[in-house]
């Protein structure tokens, strides 16, 4: 993907298609529309994957809480959604093999009337995922689970449930929806922001003016259709393109904190915390070699900038430790982050009180707007994003008079066309150079595409050495995310193309001058520029700290 490229055809092209916001939705719009045949424009005020999408529990799953409320309040929307979620659940693990895989959680038990409670929810949500589902739930005894789980305080527990959800890296699979979109043929841009519509005698929507956020450029993209994938800020869209349109978008916060892989002990499983004070479930996964533990939900404002709390962060310790032998400390924290969900209000009338956002349902509505026939996607969530677009772009399809088929159930993603454990083996034999640690990472992150990054450390050796001898990027990653994956800025590399500015702050402000270096050489940027870039990424990660709780990098554990 290359931005130059992409902005001249924006400018001067004509679209069929015009998708606002570059998250899961509107990329998986993007690639359903161009896979289909559609002439597709994608854009994203910030960069792909920024906000909601990046910031998730990195689980594909069905929602056993949402099974639970079904049964409970007899919802049939809420089993609905369940079976939805299951059935994409299995599709991601086969169009995206390197960045989707089976994980093993396990739900703890105080007592034998909890164990036959959890096994009973567990197989039936085994049963609605029928044929994809991943492995059979088990009722394990107490040995059992603490050979997979050990930090478990073994004077409390009584048993555990294991089952199986789907876990992933959501940005970089976001990136594989756009770069897949862009393979055929759509025109996609990250940091173009959608300023105002222009509308045609009948009010029809028939361009959008944009503004390029690095350059301070505005141009216009024209195009027959409209397609509003932008999250939790969906109705400041829907008002500017029709001013009487009532809000229908609610925002709940979710935060989650980061702990070194020592801060427990290595286990087989995740755990799932059943219940909490205030009805939620939480997780505790390891995930790129930490643990990841989330999330809460809260309501928020659809407009701000979530950072991670002190008191969030004491919230979702203090549950987890009531399952650990060994308590984990707000000491042990290297990273967090907080991100807003983009829930759909499901009563319109605005002199109502809103339901509470933990109480809503995680389900979507494809709303056209009857004059400027702009096309909105709200509400939903990553598991059911695919099942999302291909609405959509039916939707989109019928407005066009073209009925086209939906191809992107069997559409493989970037990085995942050949990648088997034979490429596995092939990868780390032909490159031997590169240390066991980092062969992996290269190939669970990028898939086959891991080829062209060892070609850039056989062209430049120096490019192979890890950022930080505390993790496994490498300078050649962030010479591939400019040149291939379209990244920008600093926050682009370090928050969304590698992920090190999630799971360790400290790792980030210590790598962050030889990866501006990186990116200077790569981009052109003069020296001033350059130190601009840096000051400004050092500034946001000095806030994300500040908000944290913690007064000064250095009291960030190193571990």
């Known amino acids: 993907m290359n931005r130059t490229t992409s902005l001249h055809r924006l400018r001067s092209e004509d679209f069929d298609i015009c998708i606002i916001g570059g998250g899961a939705t509107g990329a998986g719009c993007a690639l359903d529309a161009a896979t289909r045949g559609f002439r597709t424009a994608l854009i994203e005020q910030d960069d792909f994957g920024a906000a909601t999408s990046g910031t998730s529990t990195k689980l594909v799953h069905g929602g056993v809480r949402y099974l639970e409320q079904a049964f409970k309040n007899f919802d049939h929307r809420q089993l609905s959604l369940v079976r939805k979620a299951l059935h994409e659940r299995k599709t991601l693990l086969q169009i995206a093999p390197h960045l989707v895989h089976p994980l093993a959680l396990l739900t ?158 290595p286990a087989e499983a995740a755990l799932l915390v059943p219940k909490t004070k205030d009805g939620r479930v939480l997780f505790a996964i390891p995930w790129r070699n930490h643990w990841l533990i989330g999330t809460t939900d809260t309501p928020a404002d659809p407009h701000e900038t979530p950072y991670l709390q002190p008191d969030e962060a004491e919230y979702l310790l203090e549950h987890v430790n009531k399952f650990l032998k060994e308590p984990v400390s707000a000491e042990q924290v290297t990273g967090g982050f907080a991100g807003l969900r983009p829930l759909l209000q499901p009563d319109q009338n605005p002199d109502l009180p ?130 291939e994956e379209m990244a920008q800025t600093l926050a682009d590399i370090l928050l969304r193309r590698i992920r090190l500015g999630l799971v360790d702050w400290l790792a980030t402000l210590e790598v962050l001058p030889g990866v501006a270096s990186l990116m200077a050489r790569e981009l052109g940027w003069t020296s001033a520029e350059k130190q601009q870039e840096e000051g400004r990424f050092k500034a946001y990660m000095e806030a994300v700290i500040g908000q944290a709780g913690l007064s000064a990098p250095t009291a960030i554990n190193k571990a």
Not at 131 to 142: E, Y
Not at 392 to 408: E, F, N, V, Y
Request: glycine share 6%.
């Open 354 to 483: 809103k339901t509470e956002t933990r109480n809503v349902i995680r389900d979507h509505e494809v709303e056209v707007d009857p004059q400027s026939k702009l096309v909105s996607i709200m509400g939903g969530k990553w598991t059911t994003y695919r099942l999302m677009a291909e609405e959509t772009i039916d939707t989109c399809g019928a407005i066009l008079g073209q009925s086209l088929p939906c191809r992107s159930e069997t559409t493989s993603l970037t990085g995942s066309e050949g990648f088997t454990e034979a490429f596995r083996v092939a990868f780390r034999r032909n490159h031997p150079a590169l240390s066991a640690e980092v062969a992996t990472h290269l190939i669970n992150t990028y898939g086959v595409k891991a080829e062209v990054i060892a070609v850039l450390c056989a062209d430049e050796p120096e490019l192979a050495e890890p950022l930080t001898a505390r993790h496994p990027f490498i300078g050649a990653e962030v010479v591939y995310a400019v040149r």
């Open 108 to 265: 703890p038990c105080f007592d034998l009337f909890e164990g036959l409670y959890y096994t009973i929810g567990l197989k039936l949500y085994d049963l609605l995922a029928g044929s994809r589902r991943l492995s059979p739930s088990r009722w394990l005894s107490k040995e059992e689970t603490l050979k997979r789980f050990p930090a478990f305080d073994r004077q409390r527990l009584h048993s555990a449930v294991l089952y199986y959800d789907g876990q992933f890296d959501d940005v970089r699979l976001n990136l594989a929806l756009v770069q897949t979109a862009a393979a055929h043929g759509a025109v996609v841009g990250n940091h173009l922001r959608a300023e105002r519509f222009e509308v045609d005698a009948q009010g029809r929507l028939k361009s959008v003016a944009v503004k390029d956020r690095l350059t301070g450029e505005t141009f216009v993209i024209r195009a027959k259709v409209f397609v509003n994938a932008t999250g939790t800020n969906a109705d400041t869209l829907r008002k500017a393109a029709q001013t009487r349109l009532r809000p229908r978008m609610q925002a709940s916060k979710g935060a989650h904190v980061v702990l070194p892989a020592n801060a427990m002990p």
